[in-house]
């Protein structure tokens, strides 16, 4: 049965002017954004650190995106007709159905019958997760609990048949984690307003009738701790009508509620949400890196293993992201019978362990005037023989930075017919390139733009049979995606991708060392295992107080002090040889020291 909007009647009008009056009258935070950012944000948000996201729904039966694609949308996907997406629906559906009757028809096969909630919170336990994040309802519409308002297109009336909402966050809690619901404001199927599709400025009728009741629902019904909202970004923030529904889930939840900053253009409030991303240096507001463990939020069996982090890669981006004041919104996507990879599990409790030890360095902690130390790094690229990339949350190599890198290419292009040669590069962040015919002097052939998602430049000229041309490019990816492509073709023919030698070198500043720094304590993370045989030195470390005491952590029980120096110039020289090459080797991925009353 196709989705029905309720009637918007005059007593539906009422309803929804009582619930703000009524629960505003006594409100203590305002909808103004100076009345929100005056309440401020709770502190268990800016101590815990890490949180574990959660997405899981239809989407994840048929599991299926490009290798760096979202599999969570797999319904928009349909709606564009992709061909791939619509192939693996065939395997589900009938293609030639309206896009809501085929997404519907996953319903069957979204059993969860492996689906232990108890499981999964006591994997999040250890992990040294501090807050949960479950997608209630994501971009489909489709409720993770029985909505009166979506009466029929909910996991209890349908799929698993099982209030997903309300297991989980009854044994969330009792494992003493923090529980948060993502909800997404938008909906592809919802025939109140269908989202990129429907003109954005038609949404009021959606938003009055079905997004502020339904909000309504879900807080009072689970008086979640944190509100995670998305898709927000084709209209405002006042069409959401997100100052009121933001202050009154404060005013309904208590202190302890926090929310996100994805409510509509123009949002001033809310904690940050860097997705993909090497994180961001702003203490001013909390913040939360969210990403998953792959490339995809939802589940993707298309991906491959190296689009999976590693121990060593996780645990050190999440120490960088806490040495900058930030966080960790880590995400999972399980499987439609209700497990979890298991890939996904060894590095939540590889992470878990790390935590065990080190989390006093971690949890609660707060930036130290050195967030970090990195040293300026290079490696060679596998030689291709075209420029043509897209690093979608992703970077060129392993263990390159995903943001802030550059790469160097040089190609040799042997000219094998006369003609006028047209060059075309497009590039996000900026490329240049720089020509040298013949072996003349190089000179700048293109230079594509600044922080342009997508940008166009064209240079031509006359080119001769036997002609060689040493091709040079430069190429700076800032934050975020990273493309590169180069194209050429000659006398109006159709472009192509150009084909030389491409032998390319990329260029990155390597973390190698954190601080942190709590209660009179600061915590030294070393990336690189120490050497017992060999003193750390440190330089240009502040001033430490000369009664400060040094000492390794680790759970053996060892007394693992250590003895150090620092002289005038402000280097800090820790000698390991105390410590048994056991016990640094049975230690892996960072290596924390504590610096006690180091003021």
Partial sequence: MRLTPHKYSTIWIATIMFIWAG?????????????LNQRGYPQWFQDAKLGIFIHWGLYSVPAYASKEGYGEWFYRGLMQ???????????????????????????KYWHAELWNPEEWADLFHYAGAKYVVLVTKHHDGYCLWDSKFQPEWNSVASGPKRNIVEELTTVVRDEGLRMGFYYSLPEWSNPRHIWMEDPDDSISNYVDSYIIPQFNELVTRYNPDLIFSDGDWNNT????????LISWYYNTVGPD??????????????????????GIANTEVPWAECRGLGRSFGINRNEDLDNYMTDKELIQHFVELVAHGGGLTLNVGPNADGTIPLIQQERLKSLGRWLAINGQAIYGSQPYEIPCQRKETSAKLPPTETINFDWVRNAPMRDVSTDNFSIMWTGNFYVDEDGTYTFFAAADDSMTVYLSINGAPAFQLLDIGKKISIAKNFAQGPLHKGDSVLIIVFYKEKDLEASASLFCYKDGEKASLLKADWNGEVFWERTYRCFTTKDNNLYIIEFDRPDRDKPLIIRNVPKINTKATFRLLEDWGCDAKLKWKQDKHGTLTIDFSSITQELLNYLENAWVIEVKDYK
Wanted: charged fraction near 25%; aromatic fraction near 12%; hydrophobic fraction near 30%.
């Fill in 23 to 35: 629960l505003t009258t006594q409100a203590q935070v305002e909808p103004s954004w100076e009345s």
């Fill in 81 to 107: 007709k992709e061909p791939e997406r619509m192939r693996i629906m065939s395997y589900y559906a009938d293609t030639t159905l309206p896009v809501f009757d085929q997404y519907k028809e996953l319903t």
């Fill in 237 to 244: 923030a006042e069409q959401f009508h997100s100052p009121e």
């Fill in 257 to 278: 509620a926090i929310v996100n900053n994805r409510w509509g253009n123009g949002t001033k409030h809310g904690f940050l949400t860097p997705e993909y991303s090497a």
